[in-house]
């Protein structure tokens, strides 16, 4: 490789880190099990394909592994039939097979976002209850709109998602007591069927546990090992995994002591995201549709599950393509559905589309997918872009109603937003001009110009576009978007941070109010007290770019004409958060005047005040000897009951007093 190739590859690479919705598309695509052992095999593969997307981007004549635009199939909106399903799949099929399939599950599940709207309250209703203190929620995106994690609270319990188990746990004044534990994550070794918990959601009595089934055989192509291979020279293989479901598993807790499974409600593919608007959770899953047989409509048409007792979703509740222009170019299926969670448990309504879905964003009313796509005009003239669609939700009653498509893509749900019947996208706009070969199948492709910027586009609920601003810092990409009202604010990167402030009063005319240039850059920002916004990121060298250590800064944007950076600190040899990827990480209540996330394996907690800046009030080391890694703590969750922050990780729960933050009680999370 030349130096310039060397040069682009490493630009490109620091470029390539994923999201945490790309890393979890990936990971569902691939089937894995277990949340801890993926996440090595995970990035491994990230960094393979984005290998590959580079080779794609900067080499000189290279193989095409990019569609171009697919042939137009003559079809209806809405499939009349399954045998019309499994002809257009049949063809979608072999499209398919003519590209790699590393790349396909790469651009695949390298993403296109959903969206945020406003902070969300962090404090959890009480219900009117005197005894209940108060107490946080998870970092919502959106009011109302409720978010599964991996630890939940109701103001009595807390609720935690370990490896192999779900623990309720009292917590009352800071003390802690295990009430009862589930086993969650089970293998059937002998019919070769598994399961694995992924977030869960808690409303009144009832818990609700988002689960992936999966099956799998011993070997790539199922064949049992032979018999006679020497022991010490058999070749260990990985896995294959089959069919999969995502579903929910309901539990009556209104004896916490002995919670009961009511039922399981499930249907096709891996998890993409959820959401729960009052008792119904809105459940998002991606099915790829490999072998098929026409007699067997069960190989290429989805399904919802009952307890296991599986039913096809009807053809006319699966949709091949809203408007003519946007027709279906791989075989495989978006399903969401609408799943009332009172009672014993019900599917409403599912529908499914022929496409496939990365990152979801909801609001009351409205449910969009977006997705990583493509642009590639007549005049060898290509851009990444954004797919998206839009259900309507009412009361688990879902109907597609939108598909649209913007240049670009998303960095993660944060850069989409829905307000007043405006929806809103933020966007990193990869293009290239180029020229093609051919031999047999195979199309080689020869990249001439490149260029990168970002975009801000508005929509109406029809995604149709309404206004934009486009050509936004050059050769740099976003890092974090938050949308306050009629105003965005995004952060952009190369050697300093310019934070855009854009006015989205008139959806049709936006119109940049500010840009603020400072090192670094934030990767989650949050509002905080009036006029103040809180950013999570990182420092860097304002002449070289080089990135550093963790920096929080606190805008002022009282005035988004004149943002300033008000204050900043930084955590001097602390590199990594969950939190810079993982909103519901962090802890942020400005009433209680706390700001909490983990970092490099601890649990950082800082107050804010516009006289003193940030200040640190506890660093919090779950580390209980020296040869223990830090990696058993990088689920680590903060929240608040009364006057006590809890900080839960996989092992253990341990509470401290908000006055003082000592340490109150610890309860170890063991079987």
């Known amino acids: 490789m030349n130096d310039d190739f060397k040069k682009k590859y490493r630009e490109e690479m620091d470029r390539q880190f994923p999201s945490a919705e790309s890393l979890k598309s990936l990971e569902d695509a691939m089937g894995r099990a277990s949340r801890k052992s993926k996440a090595v095999r995970i990035r491994s593969l990230v960094a393979l394909a984005a290998c ?12 095409n592994l990019i569609s171009k635009q697919s042939k137009k199939i003559e079809v209806p909106t809405v499939a009349g039939s399954y045998e019309e399903l499994y002809t257009l799949l049949s063809e979608l099929r072999t499209e398919n097979n003519k590209n790699t399939y590393a790349l396909d599950v790469w651009f695949g599940a390298h993403e296109a976002a959903a969206a945020p709207e406003r902070a969300a309250s962090a404090t959890g209703s009480s219900k009117g209850l005197a005894d209940i203190p108060e107490f946080s929620d ?27 188990y779900l623990y309720i746990v009292s917590a009352v004044d800071g003390k802690l007591q295990k009430v009862s534990q589930i086993v969650r994550n089970v293998s059937d070794e002998q019919n070769r069927k598994g399961k694995s918990s992924l977030e869960m959601y808690v409303r009144g009595d009832r818990l609700i546990v988002l689960t992936n089934y999966y099956s799998y055989y011993p070997g790539p192509w199922g064949a049992e090992p032979a018999l006679d291979v020497v022991p010490e020279k058999r070749a260990y293989i990985l896995p294959y995994f089959g069919a999969s479901e995502v579903g929910v598993e309901i539990y009556d807790i209104s004896d916490r002591a002995n919670p009961r499974q009511l039922s399981t409600l499930s249907q096709s593919g891996s998890y993409v995201s959820s959401r ?40 006319k509740d699966i949709c091949i393509a809203i408007a003519p222009e946007y027709l279906p170019s791989s075989a495989q299926y978006l399903i969401v559905s609408g799943i009332d969670t009172s009672g014993s448990g019900e599917i409403v309504s599912t529908k499914s589309i022929l496409g496939y879905g990365s990152t979801v964003y909801s609001s009351k009313d409205n449910l969009y997918v977006a997705a990583y796509s493509q642009l590639d005009s007549a005049e060898n003239k290509y851009s990444d872009a954004t797919k998206l669609y839009r259900f309507s939700l009412n009361s688990g009653r879902i109907e597609f109603e939108a598909e649209g498509i913007v240049p670009g893509t998303i960095i993660n749900q944060f850069a989409m937003d829905e307000h007043n019947g405006t929806f809103r996208i933020v966007t990193t706009v990869y293009s290239y001009t180029y020229s093609d070969g051919r031999d047999g199948d195979i199309v080689w492709r020869s990249v001439t110009d490149s260029e990168q910027h970002n975009a801000l586009y508005t929509l109406d609920l029809n995604l149709n576009l309404v206004g934009k601003i486009e050509n936004l810092a050059p050769d740099e990409r976003v890092y974090s978007v938050r949308f306050i009202g ?14 855009f402030a854009v006015d989205l009063s008139d959806p049709a005319n936006p119109v940049i109010l500010s840009k603020l240039k400072i090192p670094g850059f934030s990767e989650y920002l949050h509002p905080f007290a009036e006029g103040l916004l809180f950013g999570l990121g990182k420092d860097a060298d304002e002449e070289s770019g080089k990135v550093g250590f963790l920096k929080l800064s606190m805008f002022d944007i009282s005035n988004p004409s004149d943002v300033t950076e008000t204050d900043k600190l930084i955590i001097d040899g602390t590199f990594y958060s969950e939190a810079s990827y993982n909103h519901k990480a962090i802890l942020i209540d400005s009433e209680k005047n706390i700001i909490a996330f983990p970092a490099d394996g601890k649990y950082y907690i800082y107050s804010y005040s516009r006289d003193n800046g940030f200040m640190q009030k506890a660093v919090i080391s779950l580390v209980e000897k020296e040869n223990d890694y830090y990696y058993y703590y990088y689920e680590l969750r903060g929240l608040y009951i009364g006057d006590y922050l809890y900080v839960v990780s996989d092992r253990s729960i341990s509470s401290y007093s908000m ?11 063991s079987a």
């Not at 590959?52 to 193989?63: Q, T």
């Not at 009629?486 to 952060?491: E, G, L, R, S, W």
């Not at 006055?659 to 999370?669: A, G, I, P, Q, S």
């Open 276 to 315: 729960m608007i009052g008792d119904i959770v809105y459940l998002v899953s991606n099915q790829n549709v490999y072998d098929i047989a026409k007699d067997k409509p069960e190989t290429y048409v989805p399904q919802v599950f009952r307890n296991g007792e599986g039913s096809l979703i009807e053809a």
């Open 486 to 499: 009629d105003t965005a604010y995004f952060v952009t990167f190369r050697q300093v941070d310019p934070l």
């Open 138 to 164: 998870t970092n919502l995106q959106v009011a109302g709109v409720q978010e599964a994690d991996i630890v939940k609270t109701d103001g009595r319990y807390i609720y935690a998602l370990s490896s192999e």
């Open 52 to 63: 590959f997307a580079l080779i794609v981007a900067f080499s000189g004549p290279i193989m």
């Open 659 to 669: 006055e003082t933050y000592k340490l109150h009680d610890t309860l170890k999370l």
